[in-house]
């Protein structure tokens, strides 16, 4: 949608689905990306996993060096830590899924 103005999304959705959203918050010290899943099934009232999405986010002025990716979701409030990739200001990385919504702090 922004993309035909001119402006570029910061976190683009890799995995081929349209029933995963993402959206972005970000402060001085960390981003949050909320991930969102549309994959309902109204036959049976129930959300279909969304499993291993990969997503790309533009870091833009947002310093690269020493950074952590958690993903907390209701299953696991703890959270847990992702391996991921930055090259040319952008991070990389793939959550291992997403069942109603989930949340990456990236800081």
Known sequence: MLSGEGVEPEVR??????ALSAFEYESDDRLVIHLV?????????????????????????????????TYFTPETPEGQ???FNVQDSTLSVTVPEVYIWGVLLIK
Not at 13 to 18: F, N, P, S
């Open 13 to 18: 959705i890799v995995t081929d689905t349209k």
């Open 37 to 69: 899943n549309y994959n309902h099934d109204l036959e049976t009232d129930s959300t279909n996993i969304i499993e291993n999405p990969e997503l790309e986010i533009a870091l833009g002025e947002f310093p690269a060096d020493g950074l952590t990716v």
């Open 81 to 83: 830590e992702l391996e």
